[in-house]
């Protein structure tokens, strides 16, 4: 009952107009960017965050939101039309997906993405609103020593869950919490390695770096190879599925979304898990007659709703315990700093509109994918085959006034410059930039945690370990690191991440 | 020799000059006690534990093996790229938000191949009046169209 009336709350922000309008914008917006070459959801929500801040912290949220599935389901659209996956939770979509919309059935595979995606996400919703409120109470128990433990955990969970080498990722985590202790010490006021600018005393804001990684870096690769993106000009009109793709979509559906749920709750885990979860099981467990990889509809349905559970669920360890299991959940996180909202246990209680209204309008969110932007395939596949020298130069131009109207400062934009110079030094050197931004936005947390449980206990390092939950969560981040240092387990990992 | 210098090398190589350039910063700030820790442990801690991983990444070079495509770092679109959002900055403020977006754009059309200026030249004024009207009509961002620079 109180769940009811929790959500009824949600729905009462959902529904105003203001808010209603900004997730209509946040999930076109989110789609339009999500389906441009080369730009991943986190790239897209760093790119439009900036817009975001001007609005009340509900409603940025929501349109935060809005971007974050619509850039989702922009990158199933590039799966499917191009064979391009426009992010990663979207690469097992493509194999199926593309072969489909070959078949010129892409119409039904997007249909079938979609509504795998919206119930998926009705799925997840629920569970979001039946079990955040009792995680946030055992947050709520939860001590500087407990809170730097369960940190050190949802980094060690998202590296050892990505892909690439551990070492590698594990560096990327560290310079993203060192480059996120730059600036002022909050504790004794001193600047730390600020190199002497003022403008940097406040800190290296988290949306020039990841916009430099996630965006610019991206960019300026792209350039060098351009791929030439031919969509596939198939008849997009026969998009309702006939009778026997219902039948054979229903179950891959209802397995992806229990995967995806469960997947999403891991720190570490999301949609990108989730996704090629689902599609392996749903290969041991389906039997379609084109085989899988040969345009199976299951191929689409699992996933695709995978994904999208995984994506939502990936919410409630951000929402209740303040811990983002993944770079985009890290933005939203870095988002709710900035809109003056501490996520973690105490939100529920200090802000239920903030949370009831966000979790609702995820919901809304979804409805207005399925119901808007399968009429609108047609713009979006026109604007996949937009030739990219049009499209760069627009892609730089809104990272520059994003970047400038974070502050009105031009500093912000010269640190735009170096981070852009940074992140296409990573990708070369097949560094992933995800870790980094979690380690930025961890980082200073962690440091605050681990200084305030040493005072707690007198300086004695023994207490993250003396207490219970404590040394749980940090057994928990040892085993992580030693089964993936195995070299049986590593093989199996690297053979999960090949296609 | 620099056949030799392959991804993991070079990766090792620069983690570990990010965490010495971070220790050595760490020098200047106080490590406190172990009760009352300072502002510099925590950054000294971590910028040794990257420095460390620095040296396994780059140990671990010799074992992979050698089918890694060859390694080119420069591209002549970076300086392009990044000489646009500079130039962006320059004109911002005196020039206003227009200019600057056209400027923006210009300079970013180098880039591209074939090379159209006039195209560019139009399409960077195009999109300069789209972001003038959506972000400072729009969404009322504090900066002026055109800046001082024209007299305004």
């Not at chain 1, 922000?13 to 986190?42: E, R």
């Not at chain 1, 249909?111 to 979001?128: E, H, N, P, R, Y």
């Not at chain 2, 040794?48 to 991983?53: A, F, G, K, T």
């Not at chain 2, 495509?69 to 990044?82: D, E, F, T």
Request: aromatic share 10%; with cysteine; proline share 6%.
């Amino acid at each position: 009952m109180d769940t009811l009336n929790a959500l009824l709350l949600g729905f009462d922000q959902a529904i105003l107009p203001t808010n209603l309008f900004w997730c209509l914008i946040g999930t076109l917006l989110g789609t339009l960017v999500g389906v441009l070459p080369g730009l991943g959801p986190a790239a897209t929500m760093a790119i439009l965050l900036p817009f975001t801040i001007g609005l009340e912290p509900v409603t940025s949220l929501i349109m935060l939101a809005g971007i974050y599935y619509g850039a989702q389901y922009g990158g199933s659209t590039t799966a499917i039309l191009l064979n391009l996956p426009g992010e990663a939770s979207s690469v097992v979509t493509a194999i199926d997906g593309y072969k489909m919309a070959r078949q010129g059935r892409a119409g039904v595979a997007l249909a079938t993405a979609a509504i795998g995606s919206f119930f998926a996400g009705t799925v997840a919703t629920l569970l979001l609103a039946l079990f955040a409120p009792s995680l946030a109470e055992v947050g709520l128990l939860f001590g500087p020593a407990e809170y730097f433990s369960l940190m050190v955990l949802g980094l060690i969970a998202s590296v050892v869950l990505s892909r690439g080498s551990l070492p590698k990722a594990l560096a990327m985590v560290f310079i993203g919490i060192l480059v996120g202790l730059i600036g002022q010490d909050v504790q004794t006021a001193v600047p730390r390695f600020t190199l002497g600018f003022e403008e940097m005393s406040s800190g290296v804001n988290f949306v020039v770096v990841a916009m430099g990684l996630f965006g610019i870096g991206e960019l300026i690769k792209d350039l060098e190879n351009p791929e030439s993106r031919t969509a596939i000009h198939a008849p997009f009109f026969s998009m309702i599925p006939s009778r026997e793709d219902w039948r054979r979509m229903v179950a891959p559906i209802l397995r992806g979304t229990g995967i995806g749920s469960v997947l999403g709750l891991l720190p570490g885990g999301g949609a990108l898990l989730a996704a090629f979860a689902a599609y392996a099981i749903e290969k041991r467990v389906a039997n379609p007659p084109e085989g899988f990889g040969g345009g199976a509809i299951e191929g689409v349905a699992a996933p695709e709703s995978a994904n999208n559970a995984g994506a939502q669920t990936s919410f409630v360890p951000l929402l209740t315990l303040g811990l983002p299991a993944n770079a985009v959940m890290a933005l939203m996180f870095g988002a709710l700093i900035m809109q003056g909202i501490a996520p973690g246990p105490t939100l529920i209680s200090e802000h239920p509109d903030v949370f009831w209204g966000v979790i609702v309008s995820m919901w809304v969110g979804n409805l207005m994918l399925l119901v808007l932007n399968l009429p609108l395939i047609g713009i979006w596949t026109r604007l996949l085959t937009m030739p990219f020298h049009y499209l760069y130069p627009a892609i730089l131009v809104f990272c520059s006034i994003g970047a400038f109207s974070l502050s009105n400062s031009v500093f912000d934009l010269w640190l735009l410059a170096v981070f852009g110079v940074a992140g296409y030094i990573f990708a070369k050197l097949d560094c992933d930039a995800a870790p980094l931004v979690m380690g930025l936005i961890l980082g200073p947390m962690m440091e605050e945690n681990f200084r305030r449980a040493m005072f707690l206990a007198r300086g004695n390092p023994t207490i993250f370990v003396d207490r219970p939950i404590s040394a749980v969560l940090l057994a928990l981040a040892v085993i992580a690191v030693i089964l993936v240092a195995l070299p049986n387990i590593k093989n199996v990992r690297e053979e999960a991440f090949q296609e | 020799m620099t056949a030799r210098l392959n991804r993991q090398i070079l990766a090792g190589l620069l983690f570990v000059s990010i965490g010495a350039a971070f220790l050595i910063g760490s020098f200047d700030l106080s490590y406190g006690t172990w009760r009352k820790i300072g502002p510099g442990a925590f950054p000294a801690l971590i910028a040794v534990l990257l420095i460390v991983m620095g040296i396994i990444v780059g140990l671990s070079a010799r074992k992979s093996g050698e089918d890694e495509a060859p390694l080119r770092l420069y591209s002549s679109n970076l300086p392009v790229i990044i000489g646009a959002i500079v130039v962006f900055g320059l004109v911002i403020r005196g020039g206003g938000l227009l200019p600057a977006v056209f400027c923006c754009c210009l300079v970013s059309s180098f880039a591209s191949r074939p090379l159209r200026p006039v195209k560019s030249a139009i399409y960077g004024l195009a999109l300069g009046a789209a972001c003038s009207l959506a972000f400072v009509k729009g969404l009322g961002m504090p900066v002026s169209i055109i800046g001082p620079w024209f007299g305004f």
